[in-house]
């Protein structure tokens, strides 16, 4: 499943397929990004991130794309699984190492 | 491990009441930060700091104050409590350069305030 375009608050995926979240970025003189992961009643819980001079950087089963033409950012899970169902946020910062969030995607896995 | 410790997980307050929620964190982390969530509107920034006893307002500070006498310990204080100030609050730290990557910042679990 992949949540198309700028931004969609949910994205719904059937266990085991790979999942794409997108996310777009507003200061291109952000040179650091962070993808967190916000379950139900929780804080957000870092997941992976990426600096502005890299284009790609792989974790365990997340890999996270950034394309600085457009502002883009993107979250692939691959092999999704229920304990993956959460909100992903996005996370731009800056030189005064503030974060700005994007607004998040509620991802739903389906059994 | 990393650990952004929130004490108060829930709390109840009456309007006018004077609100600290504390956050401690072990990471010996130079910033920390005290965000607000809500539906629909996101993470906003309320305050932050640098550094002992320095202090910086985030985008939305109005109704609130923070204190940071030690570098573990950052705490925000809700002055006069107001219903509009229901919320998740969240604190967070970082440090310069704490990893190759970048300023890795660490949330705590949250700490949800109702105001009646």
């Known amino acids: 499943g992949e949540s198309v375009g700028l931004h969609l608050p949910t994205l719904s995926v059937q266990e085991g397929d790979n999942s794409i979240i997108n996310c777009a970025y507003s200061n291109s003189a952000s040179d650091y990004f962070i993808w967190y992961k916000q379950e139900s009643g929780k804080g957000p819980q870092f997941i992976i991130d990426i600096r502005s001079n890299m284009d790609k950087r792989q974790g365990q089963r997340v890999t996270v794309l950034l394309n600085k033409t457009v502002k883009h950012l993107s979250l692939q899970i691959a092999a999704t699984q229920p304990g993956d169902s959460a909100v992903y946020f996005c996370?731009?910062?800056?030189?005064?190492?503030?974060?700005?969030f994007g607004a998040g995607t509620t991802v739903t896995v389906r059994a | 491990d990393v650990k952004v410790t929130q004490s108060s997980r829930y709390l109840v307050k009456r309007t006018g009441e004077k609100v600290f929620l504390e956050c401690v964190q072990d990471?010996?982390?130079?910033?920390m930060f005290w965000y607000r969530q809500d539906p629909g509107l996101g993470l906003r920034l309320i305050y932050f700091s640098y550094d002992v006893k320095m202090k910086e307002k985030g985008d939305i500070p109005e109704g609130y104050s923070v204190s940071r006498e030690k570098k573990e310990r950052f705490s925000l204080i809700l002055e006069s409590a107001s219903t509009n100030q229901t919320s998740m609050y969240l604190c967070a730290s970082s440090s310069p350069g704490a990893s190759d990557s970048g300023n890795t910042i660490y949330f705590g679990e949250g700490s949800w305030l109702t105001v009646v």
């Open positions: 996370a731009e910062v800056s030189n005064d190492y503030k974060l700005s």
């Open positions: 990471m010996d982390h130079e910033n």
